[in-house]
């Protein structure tokens, strides 16, 4: 069993649609839960990271988590067509290795 | 936020031939930075850790005659692939770790021919 796992999708939604992506994990070492963006050929970039159970709001995004399901969220709202990337769970243990999701490669059609 | 950049971003190179891969943090010091590859369509895989002064440490299953890692000072950490096979040919991404987040390089593609 994989220590992080991800629907690899893809998954396409219309512009303005909200997007939903999911992973759970097993390990409770897991200390921070992080969402990363890859565009094609690109290294990921942080779009949000949280520590503890609940919401996190940064504009049109929203990240959950909820440790005691081990399982945690991301929501694009009003999706827009450069949103269109692969979108990557990230978890960290106190040793600073991070343990990705397979990412979901997300289409927001126009 | 913190810089990493990587050198070079895109390398072919013949089967047989070694290649060198540099991750330099450019605006903060890294004593641990992390080496990954990723296949086409496939997710992040960690390969080694990189430790400024010491022995890298390698993932189980990673060769680490053939993935030479050098981290010779506390802003730049190289990754040199040995006797290269196509096999070989991925996206490989180097990170240095904040306080909380992994920084991200912007990877570099090798080609194996």
């Known amino acids: 069993q994989k220590e992080v796992e991800q629907d690899p999708g893809p998954l396409s939604v219309p512009e303005g649609a909200i997007v939903s992506l999911n992973c759970t994990y097993s390990?409770?070492?897991?200390?921070?839960f992080m969402w990363y963006r890859q565009y094609s050929r690109k290294g990921p970039e942080l779009l949000m990271y949280?520590?503890?159970?609940g919401n996190k709001e940064d504009g049109r995004f929203t990240a959950q988590v909820d440790k005691s399901s081990k399982y945690i969220s991301l929501f694009i709202r009003d999706s827009q067509p450069s949103d269109s990337a692969t979108y990557l769970c990230?978890?960290?243990?106190?040793?600073?290795?991070?343990?990705f999701g397979a990412g979901t490669t997300v289409t927001v059609r126009a | 936020g913190a810089v990493v950049s990587q050198h070079p971003s895109w390398v072919i190179c013949k089967s047989g031939t070694s290649v060198k891969i540099e991750c330099r943090s450019l605006?903060?010091?890294?004593?641990?930075m992390f080496w990954y590859r990723q296949f086409p369509k496939q997710s992040l895989m960690l390969m080694a850790t990189?430790?400024?002064?010491?022995?890298?440490?390698?993932e189980q299953g990673v060769e680490k005659d053939k993935f030479l890692i050098n981290h010779a000072s506390l802003t730049l950490s190289t990754l040199t692939v040995t006797s290269a096979h196509p096999e070989d040919s991925s996206f490989y991404i180097c990170?240095?770790?904040?306080?909380?987040?992994?920084?991200f390089g912007p990877g570099t593609r090798l080609t194996v021919t």
């Open positions: 990170s240095a770790p904040g306080a909380h987040e992994q920084y």
């Open positions: 390990n409770s070492a897991f200390q921070y």
């Open positions: 949280t520590y503890s159970s």
């Open positions: 990230a978890m960290i243990r106190n040793d600073y290795k991070l343990s």
């Open positions: 605006d903060f010091q890294a004593t641990t």
């Open positions: 990189s430790n400024e002064g010491s022995k890298a440490t390698y």
